[in-house]
Structure formats: structure tokens, C-alpha cells
């Protein structure tokens, strides 16, 4: 597909770099355009500023119908757009087509929680009335990721649009198709020109958008990027950051029944979508000895039977490639970090032979293992840690900077509630995987994993703000209530 800009209502060509997309699976050329230049990102900037004070004023009414034509449009477009994504991303079509329904999911959870977080109230007082209303903030810059290229940044543009805000949109340099596919269905479902600007391109385009006049930076990406914005707005509060980041999630399994349930659990959170997802499992903690041992032989032998390939075969595969050649060396990288500092290879992670991005799902034993960097590795790639007992394993879980999901594996009710107690993250399973998550529940984390503006559900709460506001109809004199008055 030939790759467009959209800017102030209208489709352009870019004058900047070029820009290719390609299929990690095989290579092929999916989608090509060009980068968009700092005056295509400024225009776009003056799009949103231009179309915000009659979009934001536009009856709510107004702005709920835009989204339910945009479902509809979603709804259409389905299969299309599914294809894409897994083209683009290498993700199986089961995948895909489970992250449309999430996008289509999206608009009525998202009308709901509006309404509910983010409506308006209204008390009766001796003077008139005190009523809650909220407003937008102004221009949203959302810059959107490569793992769920549609379900993630229209977490974002849903409840921003719902709110009054205009969104300047900035997909992952590495998912512009998904991009523009879901900016075509939003100029298909008749939003006002200026409302929603798509620019495309990578690490420079971004840099050229936060220097812009924004009011507020949506962002779902990596821990080293957010650290930035956190640096970059420190001075400048005006800006709403909402940081939806990674993490170094722990799975702590203990006194169960079912070794092969527990593995069951175990590898749908360490490894599905090829572990990338923000909530997959990076490290498993097991208590030390013939309990352990077990789970791990289970985890081990189940990995063994996942199969690894390109999104359209048959039988469809659990798990495609990653999202790049180079992803794929980075990672393989780090995990050839974790043997050089003494950890054991329990399965082997490895690029599948003939290819550029398919791995194997890798297990790697590091208890006892001192001075491992806390870094997320965005990959199939889980490690091992052995402890004496239950204290020890909370302990471990919460020996982190991240904080975005945690678990736990046991049928043992009290030590559920002492997990619950003492985990610190944003999203705690029991006896589920750690990506277990929904859009009518807060999804977000504390420490490096966000900034305490969880997304989801409680996306309506970052997209605009409170005002409270004391009414009376008429001006009437409260010289009564002016103390100390001379005659």
C-alpha cells in the first residue's frame, strides 16, 4: 500500500525520508511512504489546534455518534483490517482478529466510562447549584506502538475524541499501514476536518511533534522513552503525559495441585504474541526443590510443543516472529548476556534456521545468579528463580523498578491475600496469565511502568480534566455574608 499523511481533513504525499514497512515473516513489502517533515508535523499541530474549539463544544451527543459510525466502519473493515495487522506485525490471524474486536470493543466501554468517571453531576445549594463537568485539554499527541498496532493507540484516540480533545497520531515507524487503516476508518466515519492528523515516521517525527504546543502526550511504548518524557515535561506541567511503559513482570507459582495446569498458565504469560506484550511473564519463581522441579519439567515440556510460524499457515501457529530482524538480534543478544553470567539453558532461545525474525521460545535457570540487569526483554525469553519460601518469593517479585502486572499460581487461599497485600503492580492475577486484562478495567502500572495514569477504562480520567463550578441564575447581593462592614 502506498502510505499517505493526513492532515487538516485532507490525504498528502510526504516530502520527507522514505519510509517502507515490510512482513517480518517473509520480508515482502507491505507499506511505503515517507516520513513526515517538521513543517508537515507543524501543520498537523495547527490542524488539531484549528478544529479543537468546535469539536470540543459540539454536544456530547455529537461526538458519541462519530464513534459509533467509527465502530461501524470497524465492523466493516474487519477481516481487511486483521490481514493487515498480521502482515504487518507477523502476529497469527487469530491474534489479529482478536485485536479488532478489542478496537470495536473499545467505543462502547469507552462511552461507559466517560459517562461514569468523567460525566457531570449536579447538587442542589442555597445560591443555585454546584455542578462537576470536565473538560478536554486540547491537542493529543498519541504515538502509538508496534505490539498491538490498533488495539492500543485507539485505547487512546477513542476516549480523547469522546472527550473534546483533537489527536495528532504518530504510529510505531514499524506499523504504518495499521496506522493509516485506522485513520481511514475514522475520516470514513465523517469526523470534522482537522479532528484526527496522522504523521508518520520514527524517532525524528516524534521529536518534531513534542516540541510542538501540545497539551497532552498519550504514549505506549518502552521504559527508556518514557524516562525521556518524564525528563523532557518535568518543567512544563501544562502537558498531561499519559505513559502506559513496560515491565519485568514476575509469575510466582506455589503450592499447587497440578504441575501441567500451572504450566498451562505459565507459558500463555510468557509467551504469547511471541512475548511481546508489555504483561507477559519475564521471570517465574518456583520454590526450590522437587515442587519446583516439577513446574519447571512441565513449563519446559509444553514450551516444546508450541508451534512457531507465519501468520497465514495452517494449522495457524501459537506464536509468529518478532517484529523485526532486529528485534530479533537484540533479544538474542541479551539472552546470550544471561549464559555469559552463569545462567542455565533449559530451552534454548534460538532463530528458527532460514529465517530473519521467527525464534524459539526460550527458559533460562538464573537463580543464584548475582547483578542481572532489571531490563525488560521483549521476547519469548523467561527466567528461573528458586527460593526457599513464600516471604522470599514476594521479595523477589517486588525486587524490581517496574510494577506493571504481577501473578500468582496456587490453590491456596491465604497466601492469594498475603500476594495481594504485599505484590506492587497495576495488574495482579491469581490462577490466570499475567496478560490477563480487560477494557472495562484500569490497565497501567507504578514505578518505571508508567506515571499513575493508567489506561483502559481509566483512559477517560488522562483525557480531560474536573472543574467545579458554583452557579446561581441571577445576581443576587450577599452583603449579608461580607462581615466587619462599616455602617
Known amino acids: 500500500m502506498n502510505g499517505r499523511l493526513f492532515i487538516d481533513g485532507e490525504w498528502r504525499e510526504s516530502a520527507g525520508e522514505r519510509l517502507v514497512s515490510t512482513d517480518p515473516a517473509t520480508g515482502e513489502q507491505v507499506w511505503t511512504g515517507s516520513a513526515a517533515t517538521r513543517g508537515e ?37 474487519a477481516p481487511e483490517f486483521a490481514k493487515a495487522l498480521s502482515r504487518e506485525t507477523g502476529k497469527a490471524l487469530w491474534e489479529t482478529t482478536a485485536e479488532l474486536n478489542s478496537m470495536i470493543g ?25 455542578v462537576l463537568r470536565h473538560k478536554p485539554h486540547g491537542v493529543a499527541v498519541v504515538l502509538g506502538p508496534y ?46 476536518k482537522g479532528v484526527v492528523n496522522l504523521v508518520q515516521g520514527g524517532r525524528e517525527t516524534g521529536a518534531a511533534l513534542i516540541e510542538q504546543p501540545i497539551d497532552a502526550l498519550l504514549f505506549t511504548g518502552s521504559a527508556q522513552a518514557g524516562d525521556f518524557f518524564r525528563r523532557k515535561f518535568a518543567d512544563n506541567p501544562h502537558v498531561v503525559l499519559a505513559l502506559e511503559l513496560g515491565g519485568n513482570n514476575p509469575l510466582v507459582v506455589w503450592d499447587v495441585e497440578d504441575p501441567a495446569a500451572a504450566a498451562s498458565l505459565v507459558v500463555q504469560s510468557a509467551y504469547v504474541t511471541t512475548g511481546q506484550r508489555c504483561s507477559c511473564a519475564r521471570r517465574l519463581i518456583v520454590k526450590d526443590g522437587a515442587e519446583g522441579d516439577a513446574v519447571i519439567e512441565a513449563v519446559a515440556a509444553l514450551t516444546d510443543r508450541l508451534t512457531v510460524g507465519p501468520w497465514d499457515a495452517t494449522p495457524e501457529p501459537y506464536m509468529g516472529p518478532l517484529i523485526s530482524a532486529k528485534a530479533a538480534e537484540g533479544a538474542l543478544a541479551k539472552a546470550r548476556g544471561l549464559i555469559e553470567m552463569g545462567g542455565k539453558v533449559v530451552r534454548k532461545f534460538h532463530r528458527v534456521d532460514g529465517t530473519h525474525a521467527f525464534v524459539t521460545p526460550g527458559l533460562f535457570d538464573m537463580t543464584g545468579v548475582e547483578g542481572l540487569p532489571d531490563d525488560e526483554i521483549f521476547a519469548p525469553v523467561l527466567q528461573v528463580f528458586r527460593v526457599s519460601d513464600f516471604d522470599a518469593a514476594i521479595a523477589k517479585a517486588n525486587d524490581t523498578k517496574f510494577g506493571l502486572s504481577a501473578g500468582l499460581i496456587s490453590d491456596d487461599e491465604a497466601r492469594w491475600r498475603r500476594f495481594l497485600a504485599r505484590s506492587r503492580a497495576g495488574v495482579v492475577n491469581r490462577n490466570r496469565p499475567t496478560t490477563g486484562a480487560a477494557g472495562d478495567m484500569p490497565f497501567g502500572g507504578v514505578g518505571a511502568s508508567g506515571n499513575h495514569r493508567p489506561s483502559a477504562y481509566y483512559a477517560a480520567d488522562y483525557v480531560a480534566y474536573p472543574v467545579a463550578t458554583f452557579e446561581a441564575d441571577k445576581a443576587r447581593s450577599i452583603l449579608g455574608e461580607i462581615k466587619g462592614l462599616r455602617p
Open 41 to 77: 508535523v507543524e501543520c498537523a499541530v495547527r490542524s488539531a489546534r484549528k478544529a479543537f474549539e468546535d469539536w470540543s463544544e459540539r454536544p456530547r451527543e455529537e461526538r458519541v455518534e462519530f464513534m459509533r459510525r467509527y465502530k461501524a466502519v470497524l465492523q466493516e473493515r
Open 147 to 192: 505490539n498491538f498496532p490498533g488495539h492500543l493507540p485507539n485505547g487512546h484516540i477513542v476516549p480523547a475524541l469522546l472527550a473534546g480533545d483533537t489527536v495528532v497520531f504518530k504510529p510505531s515507524e514499524e506499523t504504518p499501514l495499521a496506522g493509516q487503516m485506522l485513520v481511514e476508518a475514522l475520516e470514513a466515519a465523517g469526523l470534522p
Open 106 to 130: 473499545k467505543v462502547d466501554i469507552s462511552i461507559r466510562a466517560y459517562a461514569e468517571r468523567t460525566g457531570e453531576r449536579e447538587a442542589e445549594m442555597a445560591f443555585g447549584r454546584a
